[in-house]
T-cell receptor, first 114, second 115 residues
Framework: KAGVTQTPRYLIKTRGQQVTLSCSPI?????VSWYQQTPGQGLQFLFE???????NKGNFPGRFSGRQFSNSRSEMNVSTLELGDSALYLC?????????????FGPGTRLTVL | AQSVTQLDSHVSVSEGTPVLLRCNYS??????LFWYVQHPNKGLQLLLK??????LVKGINGFEAEFKKSETSFHLTKPSAHMSDAAEYFC?????????????FGRGTSLIVHP
């Protein structure tokens, strides 16, 4: 089976712009979670989607949003980008239980905000 | 609220010697605990997890961890380090506080393995 794929792998944006990141889970997995990884804050949970519904949400502002499609693929959107949004964004998929079960991580999208 | 503390930001060992990566947690509920490993330029990979079954959990690549409720610890060990074990290790706690499972990651421990 193919692993979790994330596109694009690298992205450079300027402040005020918006960005959309994409994640394709492992075939058959219905749960997709998103994380932000920075040197200062470490790894932080953004949100989890299951069957097109947001099931869990971390403590991030409303500029961060996501959605999941019927084929389980997920997108994450960040509007009005700030310098502090520069980070590695990781997507993880799991068959059912999401954050309480084994998660399979993608390689991440490296976002740089100038 | 749940929290997790990885007691060492860096651990340095020689190849063939034991590895100990320390993790303490705080949770008001019955937690699930995980260890993940992140190699450079790669995604995180699950090493092992505890979800209220056996307190001694065996994982991949010879790693194991013991859940000690009285000490609120979940330390990761390996009898003999290999060069390929050099990576960043994350301890994760997740509980059902507030009715939703939201994982909290430790800040990570960088394992350095010397030949």
């Amino acid at each position: 089976k193919a692993g979790v794929t994330q596109t694009p792998r690298y992205l450079i944006k300027t402040r005020g712009q918006q960005v959309t990141l994409s994640c394709s889970p492992i075939s058959g997995h219905r749960s997709v979670s998103w994380y932000q990884q920075t040197p200062g804050q470490g790894l932080q949970f953004l949100f989890e989607y299951f069957s097109e519904t947001q099931r869990n949400k971390g403590n991030f502002p409303g500029r961060f949003s996501g959605r999941q499609f019927s084929n389980s693929r997920s997108e994450m959107n960040v509007s009005t980008l700030e310098l502090g949004d520069s980070a590695l964004y990781l997507c993880a998929s799991s068959p059912l239980a999401g954050v309480t079960d084994t998660q399979y991580f993608g390689p991440g999208t490296r976002l740089t905000v100038l | 609220a749940q929290s997790v503390t990885q007691l060492d930001s860096h651990v340095s060992v020689s190849e063939g010697t034991p590895v100990l990566l320390r993790c303490n947690y705080s949770s008001s509920y019955s937690p699930s605990l995980f260890w993940y490993v992140q190699h450079p330029n790669k995604g995180l990979q699950l090493l092992l997890k505890y979800t209220s079954a056996a307190t001694l959990v065996k994982g991949i690549n010879g790693f194991e961890a013991e859940f000690k409720k009285s000490e609120t610890s979940f330390h990761l060990t390996k009898p003999s380090a290999h060069m390929s074990d050099a990576a960043e290790y994350f301890c994760v706690v997740s509980d059902s506080g507030g009715g939703s499972y939201i994982p909290t990651f430790g800040r990570g421990t960088s394992l350095i393995v010397h030949p």
